[in-house]
T-cell receptor, first 112, second 113 residues
Framework: GNSVTQMEGPVTLSEEAFLTINCTYTATGYPSLFWYVQYPGEGLQLLLKATKADDKGSNKGFEATYRKETTSFHLEKGSVQVSDSAVYFC???????????FGTGTRLKVLA | DAGVIQSPRHEVTEMGQEVTLRCKPISGHNSLFWYRQTMMRGLELLIYFNNNVPIDDSGMPEDRFSAKMPNASFSTLKIQPSEPRDSAVYFCASMADSNQPQHFGDGTRLSIL
């Protein structure tokens, strides 16, 4: 079946450090891939997405590239801020469906 | 535009009581999802509706849980009777169509004493 595997957290970084959160997936067909972010006390919100191989999603300085050959969608940011502290979820959605498959989430803590 | 609206934001009640959580999806969205989030189990999909019809309720933990969607603008998740292990944050999300992002409400934090 379809699944998403994220790196275990928490990830603790100093402000302006480089961020990578790994995500790999298993899916039949050609899924769309997403990163969602959850700030404390809030629901998940879409951060970025990519719908086909080699697409790069980007938003707020975050980027992720859909790599079909390695079945990966790693999240990166060149210089994190304290305000980026949150839980990040990788997710996939099989074409034509409604049911997301979410990873377990990775907590990021950025220290000033 | 208003996002997904959930009520109440917080609920504290004693075990054995009936709990009803409410959700108003974004207007025009045809799919609605109920999730439960805990530290131990993470984010779990409980049930989802498409055009007000329940499509997949395989995540509903047991018969004490029930969900309804009487119209396109309202859904409820009911727990009767409630138990302490039901304590969690419950999220509602809506979606405009397949292959689209889900939009989440801010959740209901439920504590069963």
């Amino acid at each position: 079946g379809n699944s998403v595997t994220q790196m275990e957290g928490p990830v603790t970084l100093s402000e302006e450090a480089f961020l990578t959160i790994n995500c790999t997936y298993t899916a039949t067909g050609y899924p769309s891939l997403f990163w969602y972010v959850q700030y404390p006390g809030e629901g998940l919100q879409l951060l970025l997405k990519a719908t086909k191989a080699d697409d790069k999603g980007s938003n707020k300085g975050f980027e992720a590239t859909y790599r079909k050959e390695t079945t990966s969608f790693h999240l990166e940011k060149g210089s994190v801020q304290v305000s980026d502290s949150a839980v990040y979820f990788c997710a996939l959605l099989t074409s034509g469906t409604y049911k997301y498959i979410f990873g377990t989430g990775t907590r990021l803590k950025v220290l000033a | 535009d208003a996002g997904v609206i959930q009520s109440p934001r917080h609920e504290v009640t004693e075990m054995g009581q009936e709990v009803t959580l409410r959700c108003k999806p974004i207007s025009g969205h045809n799919s609605l999802f109920w999730y439960r989030q805990t530290m131990m189990r993470g984010l779990e999909l409980l049930i989802y509706f498409n055009n007000n019809v329940p499509i997949d309720d395989s995540g509903m933990p047991e018969d004490r849980f029930s969900a309804k969607m009487p119209n396109a603008s309202f859904s409820t998740l009911k727990i009767q009777p409630s138990e302490p292990r039901d304590s969690a944050v419950y999220f509602c999300a809506s979606m405009a169509d397949s292959n689209q992002p889900q939009h989440f409400g801010d959740g209901t934090r439920l504590s069963i004493l």
